[in-house]
């Protein structure tokens, strides 16, 4: 009896690790199968700006090289802050992803109860990097960094500059300018770029804090006081630096992609290859520098740890500039 109990314990035994081996291969099966339904990319800009121009070019290549459809949808609002909150409450079974921008999902919650935290964004890539643009339109009387900061200085509390959001990097430089010239602006938020240069070009605003793709389509309407890069930007070599106007700052805004927090890694995987894919078209990148950009390919474990920096940098900035919660 004994034996026969101990040969059936055996069988039994046997049985659930068949069971759990089939287990492993139904989820190995998903993992070659994924993606079997269409895969939603949320925006959290404007429609017509840099972000939503990004998701609609990836559109049709990602379709091609996963095989689905990617459905485009909206949610804006808040700088961002909106979208991004909703996104973290997604179903992280990878047919959800967002558009992110850094340094703003670092800045944002370091500084305000935005509804949703860095961490709970699961980066995969980042493709695309602008510096900022500080300009006024054409006609307007300041021709340089140095008569705006006069005339700021003139007029305390009713020049203003117009930026993408509170808490973003253009806000951030607004800050920034006002330290460093010992200067009171009005800082105005918008919910995207595409918002902000219509306000900008309707004189709604004295200047406007945006990117360099936004200067490079306004060439005829707009002069750059500055570009907050290092070195001069090709197509806008006839505008000045942060360092050639007398303004020590330099900074920009990178794009890319996220999913929830605990997203399954055989969709992070399949996903990034197709991003980095694009990413590294000879095509893609010389459109991009056409059109104002620096093009990145920045995989997902380089991504987390230009996070990890970012935020431990802004950490300290943030600190050293006194700037905090309002």
Known sequence: MRKKLLVAAVVALAALALVATAGCSRGGGDADKYPTKPINYLVVWDPGGQSDRAARDQQAPLEKALGQKIVIDYKVGGGGAVGWSEFTRAKPDGYSIVGTNLPTIITQPMLEDVGYKTEQLMPLVDFQFTPLVMA???????????????????????????????????????????????????????????????????????????????????????????????????????????????????????????????????????????????????????????????????????????????????????????????
Request: hydrophobic share 40%; proline share 4%; aromatic share 8%.
């Open 136 to 326: 006024v339109t054409k006609d307007s009387p300041y021709k340089d960094l140095k008569s705006f900061v006069e005339a700021a200085k003139k007029n305390p509390g009713k020049m203003s500059v117009g930026g993408v959001a509170l808490w973003s990097i253009t806000h951030i430089m607004a800050l920034e300018l006002q330290k460093q010239f010992g200067i009171e602006i009005q800082f105005v938020p918008h919910s995207g770029s595409a918002t902000l240069v219509t306000n900008w070009l309707g004189k709604h605003v004295d200047a406007a804090i945006f990117y360099t793709d936004n200067m490079v389509t306004q060439l005829e309407q707009g002069n750059a006081l500055l570009i907050a890069s290092e070195k001069k930007f090709p197509g806008l070599e006839q505008f000045p630096t942060s360092k050639e106007a007398g303004f020590n700052f330099v900074g920009g805004v990178s794009r890319g992609v996220a999913l929830p927090a605990g997203s399954p890694d055989y969709a992070a995987k399949k996903l990034e290859k197709a991003f980095l894919d694009i990413a590294n078209d000879p095509q893609v990148i010389a459109t991009m520098k056409k059109e104002g950009f620096e093009s990145r390919a920045m995989g997902s474990e380089a991504l987390k740890k230009e996070i990890a920096s970012q935020t431990e940098m802004y950490k300290a900035y943030l600190k050293d500039a006194n700037i905090s919660k309002k």
